[in-house]
């Protein structure tokens, strides 16, 4: 029992927390201080606790890792989710899988954004830092993991197996440690799940930062000065979150074999929301620059993205949406705790917001429709609409709960087809957002009237009309829907264009926002045709119902293909060439019969493996396999001179009873090729053989092996076989028998064996065929020899391909947006860089 990494774990998280709070209560002393000396003795004071929280927490990471890295399987958290079996990069996934691993994610990210605050902005350092230390506080007591006067707080990633598990075994044994754990959820074994958590957690831990500067800019009286430092930091926030969640969207897309990137989950819903209303917020803080109009939207809504993502972790971690979404963690009973920290939250923002509200800058000024404050007003509340659109029906669960809390039985449900619910309006926001950023662009770099107003988007219009007519007659675009938002996303991208060619003309740093514009654009129309044109081109033409058991869609739109045998699919000949498994040191894929697997992780070579006819491993050797619990099924695609191999795969994870199928994607300049398994035989099903048939036959004589082309070789003395001893008067024959397949012979090597004057036949199988031949007699007189054929029905796999056009539209479009974000985010960090030299920003 590893006993003191475990308690050192715990030590440092009490650690973390209790330097946490001594950090914030400095810096609010530093804060509240009116001597210069008092203050910078508090600052420091403040500065070195956080250190030690940073160096504290930096530690329970190291430990857990640790922990979940070298199987130490007597802790709750790696035996739940880990295992021996699982890769370094897959122990990095199992680190964040549980609630506790996900908030000491966010813990870490805070801590260097601290350290980096702390570093960059002197002025601002107290006020901030303290809000910082007490939201780490917050986060820590997550995973506290201690129990006072009978009130649980927070839960302990390392706690012991045995306290956690009532299990008979730790009755009679108490020291009891499991060989290995439970494994890492088979859908979580990709290397989207390596990098997208660490970034969305980035994303969540940014949202912090403009919040901090805010609520300190309440706190001072400084209403409208924290706007400039907290832009920059916005702008960061807003690109990180926005591609970890795209990121998520991508590993759906190869991962999960709904053919989507975006099914409008709970979870999804509960972070997408916050970096819409960050996104308008960052437009207002925008505008104030220009107009002190935008400052009240700006605080409200700087502060309300930070809010929305302490509202998500609640919706995501109280278990509340057990029931309406696969990926809400379960509750560890911790759902008041959250809830008493959103509280507390919303109260003390709501309280700082009143008490200054009537001290806020605000133009009484109209705001004229030609003016730039006037469009942006109109984006911001178009993005916050749809995020309202959003979140409303994804509280429904909480909503049933708050007034069950009264005796009120409320039956509300969620919408049933999300996808549909959610789409059909938030396309139109799409719509509305491309037309407003299309046209607000011009408001922005030029002083705007009607006639001015006509002259500028004259251009853009006709170009659009005429690219969208183009587009409209090439791709046979009908729908009167389909076609607003390809008008208005070719609009957007036109009109975006022309501000982006005016800005390089002048001043390239000043083209951030045109390209983000552009990127989103782009992102609406690859939706648009990714998902309003998918075409499913596996559609079953052959009049055959696959199986009455499966439900009329698969039969209806899926492919039957058995190993070896060629399918037509529209302009694609297939085939299906067998399963595959993948080993260390080996280039590509190897065919599942071709290796002994001897344990989880371990197989014997069956044959010489060879990789462009040299030979990598022996027969014999033992190798070590990749991912031992997923197999690939390798289908071949022909068309015309064309070839090309998928493998969309599937992971059984017998721990978990979990099948998880995975999709294989080619990816061409106009659409992918997205292709996955429906489904397979059982592979732990006994094989029904035909009954035998003889073939009569002679050395290289060909003769027909369930329609494939075969000839004894060579039949000869063996002295030795494997598992059996031969003595003084025995015998045993071998025959090489080779069999053409297609694309590559198989050879079998069946035995005829004389033991204590008894005969015995050892079949050979040739799995890729469906055929096992046997030598059943040996005529020396006429040197001939029978083969006893038996035949069985060959592997198959039912399978499901589909098109989605123009779907790299939308993975390039996100490029671009984060292109434009990087420039925007430059220029206004070079902004506030340039006012700390003149004095106006310490």
Known sequence: MHYFIGSLGHFLIIAAFVSALVSAYGYFRSVQSTEITDKDSWMRFARIAFWVHGGSALGVVATLFTIINRGYFEYHYAYSHSSTVLPVYYQISAFWEGQEGSFLLWIFWNVILGFVLIR????????????????????????????????????????????????????????FIPEDGSGLNPLLQN??????????????????????????????????????????????????????????????????????????????????????????AIHTMIAFKKSTTALKSAIILAVSAFLLIVYSTFLTRSGILGDSSVHSFTDLGLSGQLLVYLLAFVLGTLFLIIRSWKKLES???????????????????????????????????????????????SNMAPPVDQVEYYTQYQLWGGVLIALLSGTGQFFWWNKMDKTKLKDALLLPIVLTLAITAAIIILFKVQNITYILILTAGTYSIIANAKIL?????????????????????????????????SKIVSLNQTGLVWSKEFPDEVNQKNLLLFQNEDRQMGEYSLNYKGTRKRIEGFPGYVNIHDINQINETQAIAAVDLSSDEEVVFHQGD???????????????????????????????????????????????????????????????????????????TQLDEPFFVNDFVATLEKVQRVTELDGLTLGEGDVAIKADIRVKGGDRDYLAEPYYIIKNNQAGLLSDIIHDLGVKLTITEIDPKSNSFKIGVNKTQKDWVILEAVEKPMINVLWIGTLVMVIGFIIAITRRYGEFVKMKEKGLES
């Open 191 to 280: 290397y989207w799940m390596v990098i997208h958590p660490p970034t969305l957690f980035l994303g969540f831990a940014t949202t912090l930062i403009p919040f901090a500067y805010c609520i300190a800019g309440l706190w001072l009286g400084k209403f409208k000065e924290w706007i400039r430092p907290a832009l920059p930091w916005s702008l960061f926030s807003a690109v990180v979150l926005g591609v970890g969640i795209l990121m998520g969207g991508y590993w759906a897309y190869e991962t999960l074999n709904f053919g989507g990137y975006w099914n409008w989950d709970p979870v999804e819903n509960a972070v997408y929301v916050p970096w819409l209303v960050l996104i308008a």
């Open 501 to 533: 060619l005016d800005r390089w003309k002048t001043n390239i740093n000043l083209s951030g926002g045109a390209i983000s514009h552009i990127g989103i654009a782009m992102m609406l129309l690859g939706v648009l045709f990714s998902s309003g044109y």
């Open 120 to 175: 960059t902005n002197k002025f601002w350092e107290a006020p901030v830092m303290a809000i910082f230390a007490i939201v780490q506080g917050f986060l820590l007591s997550m995973i506290l993991g201690v129990v006072l006067f009978n009130l649980k707080i927070g839960s302990s990633p390392f706690i012991l197996l045995r306290d956690a598990m009532d299990a008979p075994i730790f009755k009679t044994s108490p020291d």
């Open 363 to 409: 133009d009484e000024q109209e705001v004229s429709t030609y003016s730039r404050e006037f469009w942006i007003f109109m984006g911001a509340t178009v993005l916050c609409l749809m995020g309202f659109q959003v979140i409303i029906p994804t509280s429904i669960p909480v909503w049933n709960a708050l007034v069950g809390l009264v005796g009120i039985d």
């Open 622 to 696: 033992t190798l070590t396999l990749i991912t031992p619990e997923t197999s690939y099924f390798e289908i071949a695609y022909t068309k015309g001179e064309t070839s090309f191999d998928l493998y969309p795969t599937v992971q059984i994870n017998e721990k978990m009873n979990m099948t998880v199928f995975s999709p294989d994607i080619k990816r061409k300049l106009g659409f992918d090729l997205y292709t996955h398994v429906r489904t397979f035989p059982d592979p732990d099903q006994e094989t029904d053989w035909s009954e035998t048939e003889i073939i009569t």
